[in-house]
Nanobody, 125 residues
Framework: QVQLVESGGGLVQAGGSLRLSCAASGRTFSNYYMGWFRQAPGKEREFVAAIRWSGGSTYYADSVKGRFTISRDNAKNTVYLQMNSLEPEDTSVYYC??????????????????WGQGTQVTVSS
């Protein structure tokens, strides 16, 4: 059974940092892209960042480029999202997801087969 379990969310002041973790289990993800998405109330789920498990190529939404860093630890089967210089606009539920689709569809939630339960990130002004 595939499981993606996020952790690390919380409440932080603007300008602060958080690191989210996504522990993956239940299958081999070596040919997958691992992505982070976020969804605020009343808004669509939006792409944040992705990493190719094999090789480690990374991709970012323009809104987080230079502030967020995605990485993975092969030994722990875990993907991380380091979030720095957080802004109130970053407040959302953050989801980890896994996709075996092409690079061209990285930003499309429908292309991801597996999802975590989400973790809340709240940034106060």
């Amino acid at each position: 059974q595939v499981q993606l379990v996020e952790s690390g969310g919380g409440l932080v002041q603007a300008g602060g940092s958080l690191r989210l973790s996504c522990a993956a289990s239940g299958r081999t993800f070596s040919n997958y892209y691992m992505g982070w998405f976020r969804q605020a109330p009343g808004k669509e789920r939006e792409f944040v960042a992705a990493i190719r498990w094999s090789g480690g190529s990374t991709y970012y939404a323009d809104s987080v480029k230079g502030r967020f860093t995605i990485s993975r630890d092969n030994a722990k089967n875990t993907v991380y999202l380091q979030m720095n210089s957080l802004e109130p606009e970053d407040t959302s539920v953050y989801y980890c997801a896994a996709s075996s689709s092409s690079y061209w569809y990285l930003q499309r939630p429908a292309q991801y087969s597996y999802w975590g339960q989400g973790t809340q990130v709240t940034v106060s002004s």
